[in-house]
């Protein structure tokens, strides 16, 4: 199924298409391990430690925000997702890494580096939502083993079918949304919306400490 910048699926594909369609695949794995390896050495450190910080969280919400601001700046918008090679996969995989710290936002760290590769917006955001399939699987994955082993209580069946059916429709119209939006928009209500969470974040935390 062709990774068509339109959404399509095309299989009439040419020999070079094709090559493209294997190479992109091999990009989506690789962009996958520095993550899944950081996740391995510190999820539970990253976990107690990050979370007890709350000016960290602030301060990456607003940061991010500057790195996408950053980004949007200097990008030169040009690159397609059929046109995605290793050196991106790996910027965008090393950026997925960085989300173990609360407040980095896997999709804002991977679609800003996306930015940085003279990616095109739709093409930084497929590239972060689909790389984000491996994880999503592989939690759903992990869940089904843990209700398979313990199951469900007594009259959840069902709301536990509607609630997993609801999740995947809202998930593929915000997804599908978020292209169309930056088909013709900036990022740039994301970035205000970070940097104005982070100065509330503050301020919040700061009022608490006065109490």
């Not at 000016?55 to 601001?69: E, K, Q």
């Not at 965008?92 to 930015?115: E, K, N, Y």
């Not at 209700?147 to 536990?160: D, S, T």
């Not at 915000?174 to 990022?187: D, E, K, T, V």
Request: charged content about 15%.
């Amino acid at each position: 199924m062709r990774f068509s910048e339109a959404g399509g699926a095309d299989q009439n594909l040419t020999a070079e298409e094709q090559q493209e369609e294997r190479l992109l695949l091999w990009f989506f794995a690789i962009a996958t391990i520095p993550g899944a390896i950081a996740g391995k050495l510190l999820e539970h450190s990253a976990e107690e430690y990050f979370r007890e910080h709350i000016y960290l969280i602030a301060t990456t919400l607003i940061v991010v925000a500057l790195l996408m601001w950053w980004g949007e700046r200097v990008s030169r918008l040009t690159k397609p997702l059929t046109r995605i090679n290793l050196a991106d996969a790996l910027v965008v995989g090393c950026a997925q890494a960085t989300a173990l710290i609360p407040g980095v936002s896997r999709s804002g760290s991977t679609i800003t580096a996306g930015l940085f590769r003279n990616m095109t917006r739709e093409a930084a955001v497929r590239f972060s939502f689909l790389l984000s399939t491996p994880i999503i699987a592989g939690a759903a994955l992990l869940k089904a083993h843990e209700l398979r082993k313990e199951g469900l209580p007594a009259g959840m069946h069902m709301p536990f079918l509607v609630g997993v059916l609801v999740s995947a429709i809202v998930g593929y119209a915000a997804i599908a949304w978020l292209i169309r939006y930056l088909q013709s928009n900036s990022l740039k209500v994301f970035i205000v919306y970070r940097v104005v969470a982070g100065l509330i974040v503050i301020g919040l935390a700061f009022l608490w400490h006065l109490q």
